[in-house]
Nanobody, 124 residues
Framework: VQLQASGGGLVQAGGSLRLSCAASGRTLRNYIMGWFRQAPGKEREFVAA????????YYADSVKGRFTISRDNAKNTVYLQINSLKPEDTAVYYC??????????????????WGQGTLVTVSS
């Protein structure tokens, strides 16, 4: 699976962005899809994950209520809607796929495939 993340950019605090992760090479059916982020000088951290059928989602406490993960299996694409952005949300955001995994996978080692990342910068 090849993953291509896009949608990052520079936004003011309080603004919104919608990140996309398009997959190619094979269908995303049976893959758990996740979003992670890595801020400068910090380790990559889990943000959100969604089950292959869509309804089941799981979020890091730091983003719960502001971020929404969704997927369109027909388009082989996963989205991350980010609202009420804060300067501390500044990071490179990565999408990832885990075959037959769990929506509660929060460790990078649990994901088989990774996108290249898209930079989100939030100004105060």
């Amino acid at each position: 699976v090849q993953l291509q993340a896009s949608g990052g950019g520079l936004v003011q605090a309080g603004g919104s962005l919608r990140l996309s992760c398009a997959a190619s090479g094979r269908t995303l059916r049976n893959y758990i899809m996740g979003w992670f982020r890595q801020a400068p000088g910090k380790e990559r951290e889990f943000v959100a994950a969604i089950g292959w059928s869509g309804p089941t989602t799981y979020y890091a406490d730091s983003v719960k209520g502001r971020f929404t993960i969704s997927r369109d299996n027909a388009k082989n694409t996963v989205y991350l809607q980010i609202n009420s952005l804060k300067p501390e949300d500044t990071a490179v955001y990565y999408c990832a796929a885990a075959y037959s995994g769990s929506v509660y996978y929060t460790e990078t080692s649990q994901y088989n495939f990774w996108g290249q990342g898209t930079l989100v910068t939030v100004s105060s």
